[in-house]
């Protein structure tokens, strides 16, 4: 070679500086030297599945012109460097599949996508504790798979807003054609008298028949039953919630592979499929809230 900008995978600018290293899956091995922080013209540095191992240097804070930072699937071991926060051009940074602890600096990213900062921070993981990433755009578990902190949501405010939709439809269901409609399909197959409905559908045994008593007692009973049965709906949302701290009962639906800079979505929820289960719901169970209603509001003649 007649110079080093004609080595495999390296990529020069017109004054013969180094820009790019594209190494990855390469079969390289040893570990990411200091004289790194040398290559200050650096902006793309790829060195994705190979078998590199020990840390990252820190000199890593002198590439100021570093945009690209990949070195997803290695074996790659200790704690980021804070120098990492110099890095003010950064726009991918890939640090996942590897065994790195600890704390990752806050990064200001570039253009920020779903798979444009990504670690090892979710459950279960390596460690007892997932390395702590508060600029990740996505997390990985110890199983390769991923998903986006956004994923992150407070499930309790979404299951209330989705409840009081109901509820508004209900009370809108309650007005001329509508309410006929709907007194029309809870009352489709049910041998018994419309006016007797709801108490039909709540049944004799039922702790929610002493709504329809006129005795403070009962009241208390029936409310001491449905806050319990709130606090429990509390509790499953709660465990329903993504939390990439702790190793719980969730599906990660993302896959980002050693091959693509980009992370694949793989699950099988889809807009259509929020459009049926919201069907399903409004059939299934808007004639029990609508009784329920009914008979908190006092509108059933049966007490």
């Not at 979404?158 to 508004?168: E, F, P, Q």
């Not at 001491?224 to 990439?244: M, P, R, Y």
């Not at 808007?286 to 008979?295: E, F, P, S």
Request: net charge negative.
């Amino acid at each position: 070679f007649n110079s080093h900008c004609e080595w495999r995978g390296v990529e020069c600018n017109n004054a013969g500086k180094i820009v790019t290293l594209l190494l990855n899956n390469s079969g390289l091995s040893g570990k990411i030297s200091d004289s790194i922080g040398n290559l200050t013209s650096l902006e793309t540095i790829d060195l994705r599945d190979n078998n590199l191992k020990g840390s990252i240097t820190s000199r890593i804070g002198n590439i100021l012109n570093l945009s690209s930072f990949l070195v997803s699937y290695n074996e790659v071991t200790g704690v980021i460097p804070d120098e990492v926060a110099d890095l003010s051009k950064l726009k991918l940074f890939h640090v996942h599949g590897n065994r790195l602890h600890g704390t990752v600096p806050p990064l200001s990213m570039k253009g920020q996508t779903k798979s444009s900062f990504i670690a090892d921070c979710g459950s279960p993981s390596v460690f007892d504790i997932p390395l702590d990433c508060p600029s990740c755009t996505m997390c990985c578990n110890s199983n390769q798979g991923c998903d986006v902190k956004e994923s992150k949501t407070d499930f309790g405010i979404w299951s209330l807003l989705y409840v009081g939709s109901l509820v508004i439809a209900l009370i809108l269901a309650s007005t001329s054609v509508i309410k006929k409609l709907c007194s029309f399909i809870c009352n489709i197959g049910q041998n018994v008298p419309s006016n007797a409905n709801e108490y039909y559908t709540i049944g004799k045994d039922s702790a929610y028949s002493f709504f329809l008593s006129d005795r403070i007692t009962a009241w208390v009973l029936a409310i001491g039953v449905l806050a319990t049965q709130a606090l429990c709906f509390g509790f499953f949302i709660d465990e329903a919630s993504l939390n990439f701290e702790s190793d719980r009962i969730w599906s990660y639906t993302y896959i980002c592979s050693r091959n693509n800079l980009i992370c694949r979505n793989n699950s099988d929820v889809t807009a259509f499929g929020w459009i049926v289960f919201t069907l399903f719901a409004l059939v299934y169970l808007v004639c029990d809230m609508l009784n329920g209603l009914k008979i908190v509001w006092g509108v059933s003649e049966h007490g």
